[in-house]
């Protein structure tokens, strides 16, 4: 395969073909890439950082480190000795193809195409005979193949080489030099795990979910049927037994479709949530469907931050116990928030319903907008919401720990969050809105029932979908949207009706839960409140677009105090403020001289003011005590044990602080932070 393939590959494709969505059976499907073309805005601005900077920033990384030579090495037949990178670098290779791909469709950039294409022939170069593909595994000086599948990830890498390929068939079609390496690659784990082969799993789930979207994407059903049994064969045992972790780590403790919570490694198992929903949906199997949406209940409701973050434990990355959420120790992976988008979007395809599009919007705005730096160079791994020491500075031409420090870092000895990050950034578009048939029509547009469009995330752009065919650019009609905005940052989105399909369609917009007092104005005028929901544009009876309609959701902006469940022991006493879908935060640059982050006391009797993107508070600031040198920190009453107040600092007891959007911390240098802010007692408000 060579890079002249992949250049008449992607020249000879239609523009009109490079927008197809991943279309699953049922009733609903999302956009394609092309199909929604961002204006600026806060979307905007991070999906053009992403392609300007991001990219390159991963792509050039890989390079300096060796990861992209191991695929040389492997061609060229000079394994063995010391291997740069863990066992699964090469899935960020993939996971960086995958964001080319999509990026490349979104805007059939050529140099985007042709950098592309120079990757996809060092990784095709590396492929063996029968379709294996891995760079740790099956050569000369190297591990057997498939000899540790607990920890050696052979698996979870082949699942990711085959979404990137699902990328390209989206993008630019089947006919690909890409698609070519991924379906020998599926076809070697099908001989090799199919009900004829091994009965194994990999300890990280990401097969499934590779092998069900690439079946989808090819009408191949071998390959649903092979993601169907590694979710069936998970929760048996399997796996073998590693030192200091469990099975529930692996999600190998409880069957899919008997288990009530998310438990284990975070991004384990919300991969493999996702994969379940997409077996489910591909064989129409409704118990295992319903089993993800349980599961997706008590995890959302007990074990997820405010932020829309997963996993509260360090040690294994995982979820903790129900209720077990302090905001200094939420580990909250940046992989754990894209993971939860995957589960969220394909639950709402689904189902249709809201609130599967309310944490897509949480967890973009809070956590995956979080990780990246302002520049496009930089992430957070972890997310806590709560940094008691400010992070030391990192050096910009070094590798850093991948978890704990405070500021942002270019890049980490585990590096799966930039690519992650970066590949949901190039496919944003794909989460803004789904079409579905309205009550009463079909597919075969047999009825003139017409089609609903439901705009499930708010960015300024244009907007032309494909309603009369569940595959764009092969035929029918095109609904244009103008939609112009500044959510978050104003609660104003106005929609104007630019060009109509025949058949008749109804517009809904998302009314998030927090915007309790939402206002909706139809084209004839009217304005009306509307509740937490999908809110249906236009008059009673006639809700069908035409060309001129304008349709304006005004939801409610103002900062709002919003308090812990008093199960949750770590934050109880605390509360924090939002302000639409952002969660804001204290920051210690923005306090005054002398005082520490922890002497704040917030007045919950003032109600916060916007300011900016944030909000300014009212707060008291404490004296805190000073106990004797090896006194424990609870006080006591008992001789020798009182308690002093420490020196007075000179600021007023009570002052106005700002907060500021939880995804800019940090991003003026390293500082201490708080998202739940203790409460002020009366007698310390004055």
């Known amino acids: 395969m060579t890079e002249q393939h992949s250049a008449r590959t992607v020249a000879s494709q239609?523009?009109?073909?490079?927008?197809?969505?991943?279309?699953?059976?049922?009733?609903?499907?999302?956009?394609?890439v092309g199909e929604l073309r961002l204006d600026g805005g806060f979307w905007g601005a991070l999906q053009e950082t992403n392609a300007g900077a991001t990219l390159q920033h991963c792509l050039d990384w890989m390079e300096q480190l060796g990861w992209l030579g191991n695929f040389d090495r492997v061609a060229e037949g000079v394994t063995g000795g010391e291997r740069p990178g863990w066992q699964f670098s090469d899935s960020e290779v993939y996971k960086l193809l995958e964001a080319l791909a999509w990026e490349y469709g979104r805007t059939g950039d050529p140099a985007t195409g042709a950098l592309l294409g120079k990757v996809v022939d060092r990784v095709a170069a590396a492929q063996d005979e029968d379709g294996y593909l891995n760079t740790c595994f099956g050569h000369a000086g190297q591990a057997g193949r498939y000899t540790?599948?607990?920890?050696?990830?052979?698996?979870?890498?082949?699942?990711?080489?085959?979404?990137?390929?699902?990328?390209?068939?989206?993008?630019?079609?089947?006919?690909?030099?890409?698609?070519?390496?991924?379906?020998?690659?599926?076809?070697?784990?099908?001989?090799?795990?199919?009900?004829?082969?091994?009965?194994?799993?990999?300890g990280h789930p990401e097969i499934e979910l590779g092998l069900a979207e690439l079946g989808r994407a090819l009408d191949e059903p071998r390959y649903t049927e092979q993601a169907r049994l590694f979710v069936e064969r998970r929760g048996h045992g399997t796996l073998a037994p590693?030192?200091?972790?469990?099975?529930?780590?692996?999600?190998?403790?409880?069957?899919?479709?008997?288990?009530?919570?998310?438990?284990?490694?975070?991004?384990?198992?919300?991969?493999?949530?996702?994969?379940?929903?997409?077996?489910?949906?591909?064989?129409?199997?409704?118990?295992?469907?319903?089993?993800?949406e349980r599961q997706w209940t008590r995890s959302v409701e007990r074990r997820t931050y405010l932020t829309g973050g997963m996993g509260s434990r360090h040690q294994d990355e995982g979820f903790g116990d129900d209720w077990e959420l302090p905001p200094d120790r939420a580990y909250c992976e940046t992989c754990a928030g894209v993971a939860s988008v995957m589960v969220s979007w394909r639950l709402l395809l689904a189902t249709g319903e809201v609130r599967y599009a309310d944490l897509i919007e949480r967890t973009l705005y809070n956590v995956v907008a979080t990780s990246p730096r302002g520049?496009?160079?930089?992430?957070?791994?972890?997310?806590?919401?709560?940094?008691?020491?400010?992070?030391?500075?990192?050096?910009?031409?070094?590798?850093?720990?991948?978890?704990?420090?405070?500021?942002?870092?270019?890049?980490?000895?585990?590096?799966?969050?930039?690519?992650?990050?970066?590949?949901?950034?190039?496919?944003?578009?794909?989460?803004?809105?789904?079409?579905?048939?309205?009550?009463?029509?079909?597919?075969?547009?047999?009825?003139?029932?017409?089609?609903?469009?439901?705009?499930?995330?708010?960015?300024?752009?244009?907007?032309?979908?494909?309603?009369?065919?569940?595959?764009?650019?092969?035929?029918?009609?095109?609904?244009?949207?103008?939609?112009?905005?500044?959510?978050?940052?104003?609660?104003?989105?106005?929609?104007?009706?630019?060009?109509?399909?025949?058949?008749?369609?109804?517009?809904?917009?998302?009314?998030?839960?927090?915007?309790?007092?939402?206002?909706?104005?139809?084209?004839?005028?009217?304005?009306?409140?509307?509740?937490?929901?999908?809110?249906?544009a236009g008059a009673a009876g006639t809700p069908a677009l035409a060309v001129g309609d304008v349709v304006m959701l005004d939801l409610p902006m103002a900062p709002r105090l919003t308090w812990p469940d008093p199960r949750v022991d770590a934050a109880r006493g605390t509360v924090a403020v939002e302000r639409g879908p952002l969660v804001l935060a204290l920051e210690s640059v923005d306090l005054p001289d002398g005082v520490l982050l922890d002497q704040v006391r917030l007045d919950p009797a003032v109600a916060p003011r916007a300011q900016d993107d944030g909000a300014v508070v009212r707060a008291a600031v404490v004296p805190l005590p000073g106990g004797g040198a090896g006194t424990p920190p609870f006080g006591s009453s008992g001789p020798g044990g009182a308690l002093t107040p420490s020196s007075d600092t000179g600021v007023p007891a009570a002052l106005d602080l700002t907060l500021v959007p939880y995804h800019r911390w940090a991003e003026r240098g390293p500082s201490t932070m708080r998202v739940f802010v203790p409460t002020a007692r009366p007698e310390e408000i004055r």
Request: glycine share 12%; charged share 25%; net charge negative.
């Open 375 to 536: 520049d496009g160079r930089a992430f957070f791994y972890a997310n806590p919401l709560q940094q008691r020491e400010p992070g030391a500075d990192v050096r910009p031409d070094a590798v850093n720990p991948r978890a704990e420090g405070g500021v942002r870092a270019p890049w980490f000895d585990v590096s799966c969050c930039p690519t992650n990050v970066a590949r949901t950034l190039a496919s944003w578009q794909a989460y803004a809105a789904f079409v579905e048939e309205a009550p009463g029509g079909s597919s075969d547009g047999g009825s003139d029932g017409g089609f609903v469009v439901s705009l499930a995330q708010y960015a300024a752009g244009d907007l032309r979908l494909s309603v009369d065919d569940r595959d764009p650019g092969q035929g029918g009609g095109e609904l244009a949207l103008r939609v112009t905005t500044d959510y978050p940052h104003d609660g104003r989105i106005r929609v104007e009706v630019t060009g109509v399909p025949e058949r008749p369609v109804t517009l809904r917009l998302r009314v998030p839960h927090w915007a309790d007092g939402a206002m909706l104005t139809c084209p004839d005028g009217t304005t009306t409140a509307v509740g937490p929901g999908w809110a249906t």
């Open 14 to 32: 239609p523009r009109a073909a490079r927008a197809r969505p991943v279309v699953p059976p049922g009733p609903r499907r999302g956009l394609g």
């Open 148 to 202: 540790d599948l607990s920890t050696g990830h052979e698996l979870y890498v082949t699942g990711h080489l085959l979404q990137a390929a699902v990328a390209r068939v989206r993008t630019v079609g089947a006919d690909d030099a890409l698609v070519d390496v991924a379906r020998r690659a599926a076809d070697h784990v099908c001989r090799e795990f199919g009900a004829d082969g091994q009965a194994g799993i990999c």
């Open 242 to 292: 590693i030192a200091l972790l469990s099975p529930a780590y692996f999600q190998d403790d409880v069957p899919v479709r008997d288990a009530d919570v998310w438990r284990g490694h975070a991004v384990r198992a919300l991969y493999l949530a996702a994969g379940a929903v997409d077996v489910a949906m591909d064989t129409g199997d409704d118990d295992l469907r319903t089993a993800v």
